[in-house]
């Protein structure tokens, strides 16, 4: 055997032995394929549900329902302060007054005294008289005692009212005291109602503005993130691409072996290695590009991966970046509200507290209308007794003219003490009004439930911001776990990424053994251009499927890449 039908033997031993390695190489490896696919896929479906969360997330704290029970707070915080600033100070004005009538009502029964002495010394005159005139001024002996008891009565019941007065005046002046405190302690309230709470809802709508823009850029990176995934998902067809180029690869190997063995042109052994280093010289250029477009989309992958793993991470601390001012605003509100019931419930029990001592007014002012009465029935008597004097005195003729004179005294006195009833009865009246309106109005304070009603609303209502701020917390952290494990899960994979390297290598060594098979072939056949080449071997070398193998072939043998023919698709 010549020196060149051995080379040509040696070839097709070494073209046999590179079919092997890459059939083996394809094959090996094709489990890793598969299993990083299925890592890509679940991830994609991963992202997906946390892009499933980031919407819900948005929709929750975007929704109506947040702003909504906001403005609810706030409403129902108005209406707290409202009932805060019901103060006590038409009760002390009211109370002002009350004293000053009972003073005014004692100086009028004290005038009374007046009333008696002048009836002490109409009676001492009587009894003279009456002794003076014997056996006719024998009747008016019973005047004068008459007058005496009469008189008495008033000094009684005078003193009653008086004392009753006082007692009264007492009372006023500790409703006035109370009233005092419970001025302060509304005033306290509404202050406490109103102070900062204005800023804290503010904060509040901050916070829920915060909260939505936070999960609308959360939401947005999740939408990048998924549609990187789906290009991650998409560029998975490179395995095939190599797959594909490497079978076309071994069966352009295969062919040419074939057809040098079956001798299936009439060829020398020198054309024969022509046409063997012709396809070698392709074919290293083939596992060349293919290597090479290889070990690009792997990087391409990993490298989007690892910027996927790195964005989900920036996703996961997002989630939960937000501050504590909405917490910390509504832990503020509750212990306002807390305080303000608190004190609301104080000053409703001093209002039942002002409502009894208003209640003791108005009995003890009933008592003294009494006493009153009596006064007036004192007055009727002794207005009758004057009159049954005046009588008797005319009956005694000139004698009694004097005694008549008394009598006609004894009754203007009656007259004027009358008119002094009627005034300390209207200054009664008047502190009787005052009483009922006081009672009233401390009924209104001892009622708690309007207090109990918006104290129950605010509570409803801040208990639903707590829970869709708990919701909204609890969703953003599943969703910051779920998108820290994916990233976690990424990165994994990546890490995971090795093969590119076995079969960048084995695909180099291919290349090598066919490049150093040419240069063999070249040192053989010094001659190879002029050498002929079957046109079987070009219609072989033809049947490409993807435009990047035309053009490498056009690019060995010369011509030009044909960018009209849309037949094929650009794969990388």
Known sequence: MSGTGKLVQESLQL?????????????????????????????????????QRSAELVELVSGEAIYSVINQLADDMGRLHELCSVGSESNLDE?????????????????????????QMLGISTRIESARLGTDGRGFNTLADDVEKLAGKIVEYSGQIVQYAKSLDALAD??????????????????????????????????????????????ALMSDIAASMGQIVSS????????????????????????VIEKQEDSSPDEELVW???????????????????????????????QIASNVMHVAHTAVSGDS??????????????????????????????????????????DMAGFLEHIEDVGAEIELIALNASIKAAHTGDKGKALGVLASSIQRLSQDAGNQTGVIAATLDTVSSSADSLKSQAR?????????????????????????GMQAENLASALSREAGDIAESISSVVRGITFEKTVGKELSAAQERLQGLVRRIEAAVPDAKSVRRPAQ??????????KQERDIHLKAFGGQSDEADDDNIELF
């Open 15 to 51: 073209l046999g032995d590179v079919r092997k390695k890459l059939n083996m190489l394809i094959s090996s490896r094709e489990h890793e394929f598969l299993a990083l696919g299925e890592n890509i896929m679940s991830l994609s479906d991963a992202v997906g549900g946390v892009r």
């Open 95 to 119: 109370l002002v007054r009350v004293r000053s009538n009972l003073h005014e009502l004692i100086r009028l029964i004290q005038s009374y005294a007046r009333v008696v002495r002048t009836l």
């Open 174 to 219: 500790e409703a006035s005291v109370r009233s005092q405190i419970m001025l302060g302690d509304q005033q306290t309230c509404a202050l406490e109602a109103a102070s900062g709470m204005t800023d804290r809802v503010h904060l509040l709508q901050d916070a829920a503005q915060a909260a939505k823009e936070r999960s609308e850029h959360v939401d």
């Open 236 to 259: 998975l067809q490179f395995h095939d691409i190599v797959r594909q180029q490497v079978e076309h690869v071994d069966e352009i190997l295969e062919s040419v072996s074939r057809m």
């Open 276 to 306: 063997i280093m012709d396809v070698a010289r392709l074919q290293a250029m083939q596992l060349e590009h293919s290597r090479d477009s290889f070990s690009d989309a792997v990087g391409q992958l990993s490298a989007g991966l690892g």
């Open 325 to 366: 001012v909405a917490g910390s605003a509504l832990d503020s509100i509750s212990q306002t509200i807390n305080d303000t019931a608190e004190r609301m419930r104080g000053v409703a029990a001093q209002g039942g507290e002002m409502g009894e001592t208003m209640s003791s007014v108005a009995s003890t002012v009933a």
């Open 444 to 468: 209104s304070f001892h009622d708690a439930t309007v207090i109990n009603e918006t104290i129950g609303k605010l509570e409803e209502v801040t208990g639903s911001l707590r829970a869709l």
């Open 537 to 546: 071997l070009d219609q072989m070398m033809n049947r490409y499927t993807m």
